[in-house]
């Protein structure tokens, strides 16, 4: 199907790439690893937004919002925060340019406007938001707090990629406060199945939560919970994170709280987020060789009626019965397009439609008319299929919806689940991880030198220990010592 | 009504301050001239938002995210936008930190990551788009396009003020692309009306639609759009500015497009926008010595119902009441808040939520419930009335809601009204802009020394060249010279 995109098994990478740019998602910048996100690829962060939105609204979150400056004494503040940002962050040293008198028209920065303190454009806000916690928090009537934050932030990135690493990028950050140390959990415990919950069901994209192991672990957290996707080549992908802070922010920045039985402690934190990259989630868990394919839930489109026709005669009666239908749609709150373009031969617009993911096409032509029936194709397997035009229409149109949706999800948890190899030596281990990829599950003995030594052989690290795990002893695929369970190890994005 | 809040007539600037902070809107940060926005506050925020996005949605516009940083190079291509920010942008000039090896623990900047070109924070983004739209335009096929984006934006400001003036703020900013100048300037009033019909029917608060001096308008722009309100301490504010951009950043940017005759030619463009400095227009226009005043559009609550009881027997005969009526008004889409906290007396909550300005209060007592009614109290005028909780109490609560919404925005507009007056001399002119204040109507020969002359000796600048003037001719107050029109000054914010 002609769209001049790069097959999945021939170069995965550059199909990616191919599609974000063809399907107006995004494009390069002129700034350094940042990117344009572009109207459509804009549309789907905003449906992905509202949802994410009224979930944490619904669990008791607030928005609020917060400098993207930090001061550098706050920034180190949280040392091992710090020093897990430091080399990736961008500084904001001057205020003021001026005239360049050697060259006309040009600008340069102007010395005298040296700041005293450097800023850093926030890579993360718990220093910034921690140190204005100070002032909110007196006693335990003050808590929690539950504020979520949709902002920029920038992380100076060495190798960029389309939505799943760019130095600037989009999400929401959750910052709470609590007086115990088992409220805090909960906290961490709930957001993490909330970020599954969303994945899931609307974007239906199959998850593994779990916990991470100390190396891969937040900057700065006690313990990081996540939801772990798998793609299409092999490779895992991290989709959100949600972080155990134990008191390790109050301590740095001071926030002690009067607890009901009148003593002094240090105030217990969490912190969340996901961003932009869940739509780099989205295309490479549900794309296909013709392009974006998009569960019915985020697609801003979700039905596109084409019209084929020869004369304007015969447009006119088209347009007729398609505007009948796209009424009948929208009241039943299902966003449709007409596309009646001129310029644009149907052919051209089903290409296009294909590679923007659109989930259903209604086709009709005169000979649907005289017939009083539409042409139904299906994205997700491009199947098509005649509907009679009656009172029906929209309620099957909504049942092909909701079965794309379902379908969507279960044909990407078969993959995963495929995906997961169980292993017990290390040279199946090496094996797998280089020629099927996918999950690896095998036993680790819980020391930093066993991963890192795999990390370094293989390029596989542990994605999770995932939640729920049945505790099977055995002994670690590398160091031969004893394990209580088995994690996933998997080369990730 | 001892909410410790000073009165307006006596310090109208304290005033807000106390209330921006007592109602819990926002409050200072860490950083310099940057508020953090706290959640009720940006809740307001969040309200305004959802409409505005929602009216520019329906005239055809898109939402995109363009990158936070602007390369010098780009900044500086328009010159005299790059002029006019020039002197208050912060500059990015490193992107990673170090250990600072004469002091444990602490950063500095490393100085081997100085970046080739500076990047300056996005005080506007016409440079960073219209480079972008350089590879989106080269047909009159590809035009119009028009893109929203919201976001935040960085200018140093030397004296800020919540939500008037801070170096960081957040807003909404439309960039579009047309392929004739009459399209541009038709998008461009469209803007503004748009803006005026939002600030008037949403937000209560009346402007004045009109054209700006050259010394006023937006650095890189051919004339600037403006809507105008006026504040109860005399000043005026500027609350929305739409620009017709004309070619300039098409040349800057060398953005040619093929017109339908064939031809090449420089697109024409606009831009336009508002910012949270809204909310500083709303505390100003609607509040009063016992705080802020919402509104009903754009309340984030618009009832709350406060329960007055002795015992725990009385509560819960109440809650049933309480919980039934609120049912019923959310059904209605009211969005409504019981507030039955145990800690606080009623007292309290009633000062509480009259400085959060929520726009109708319910109070229910043990008496009420025998008589089968509730007290009402309006936050606009402080009136209280009992209704009989029937049937018709939710409509009855609509109908008050309604008639608080328009009343507001009558008071407003006959304080404004009241506020013009017309001058011929410049003695009568400056008796009137240093006592009474307010807007002065008055004769202007079209020069820049005169406005600069007047600005220089009254502090009033020209606020706008009102739209729909009439054309009375008449001599400038300061030259003599003759003039067309009036024109409108006033000192402002």
């Not at 740019?21 to 690893?33: F, I, M, T």
């Not at 006693?139 to 060495?158: F, G, H």
């Not at 891969?216 to 313990?223: K, L, N, P």
Request: proline share 3%.
């Amino acid at each position: 199907m002609g769209k001049n995109l790069s097959k999945r098994n021939q170069d995965y990478s550059k199909w990616y790439n191919e599609l974000v740019v063809k399907a107006d998602l995004a494009e390069n910048s002129a700034v350094r690893g940042c990117m344009v996100i572009k109207p459509y690829g804009f549309a789907i962060w905003e449906k992905i937004q509202a949802e994410l939105d009224r979930m944490l609204k619904e669990t008791g979150h607030e928005n609020a919002y917060f400098p993207l400056f930090v001061p550098k004494s706050l920034f180190e503040a949280e040392e091992k925060n710090a020093e897990g940002f430091a080399k990736e962050c961008a500084i904001v040293t001057h205020y003021r340019l001026k005239n360049d008198k050697k060259n006309k028209g040009k600008l340069i920065v102007d010395p005298s406007s040296r700041l005293e303190e450097e800023l850093i454009v926030r890579p993360t806000s718990e220093a910034i938001i921690w140190n204005t916690y100070k002032k909110w928090i007196q006693s335990y009537r003050d808590l929690p707090i539950k504020i979520n934050q949709w902002a920029n932030v920038v992380r100076w990135e060495m190798r960029t990629r389309f939505f799943l690493r760019t130095s600037e990028f989009l999400w929401q950050e959750g910052h709470t406060a609590h007086e115990s140390k088992e409220e805090a959990i909960e906290e961490v415990k709930s957001i993490n199945n909330l970020y599954a919950n969303f994945l899931e069901n609307f974007m239906a994209v199959p998850v593994i939560q779990g916990l991470k192991s100390e190396s891969e672990r937040f900057s700065g957290a006690v313990d990081t919970y996540c939801v772990e996707t798998m793609m299409q080549d092999g490779k895992a992908l991290q989709a959100g994170t949600s972080h155990f802070l134990g008191q390790n922010f109050a301590k740095a920045f001071d926030v002690k709280f009067t607890t009901k039985q009148g003593s002094l402690d240090y105030v217990w934190a969490t912190s969340w987020g996901v961003s932009t990259r869940l739509i780099g989630v989205l295309i490479m868990t549900h794309g296909d060789d013709n392009g974006l394919v998009l569960p019915p839930n985020l697609a801003p489109i979700q039905v596109v009626i084409v019209p084929v026709y020869k004369s304007s005669n015969e447009l006119n009666s088209i347009n007729k019965v398609a505007n009948k239908i796209l009424d009948n749609l929208r009241n039943e709150g299902i966003s449709v397009k007409y596309d009646d373009r001129e310029h644009f031969k149907p052919g051209y617009k089903f290409n296009e439609y294909e590679l923007k993911g659109i989930p259903v096409r209604l086709t009709i032509g005169p000979k649907d008319l005289e017939k009083n029936v539409v042409e139904i194709s299906r994205r997700d397997n491009l199947s098509k299929k005649i509907l009679e035009n009656d009172n029906e229409l929209v309620l099957n149109i909504q049942k092909i919806l909701a079965d794309m949706q379902t379908s969507l999800f279960r044909k990407a948890k078969e993959f995963r689940d495929n995906s997961i190899t169980e292993v017990d030596d290390y040279n199946t281990f090496k094996t797998i991880i280089n020629i099927k990829g996918g999950f690896v599950s095998a036993h680790w003995d819980g020391s930093s030198e066993s991963e890192e030594k795999i990390k370094n052989e293989t390029k596989a690290t542990i994605r999770c220990i995932p939640l729920g795990n049945s505790f099977k002893k055995g002994n670690c695929i590398i160091s031969g010592k004893p394990s209580l369970q088995r994690v996933l190890f998997a080369k990730s994005y």
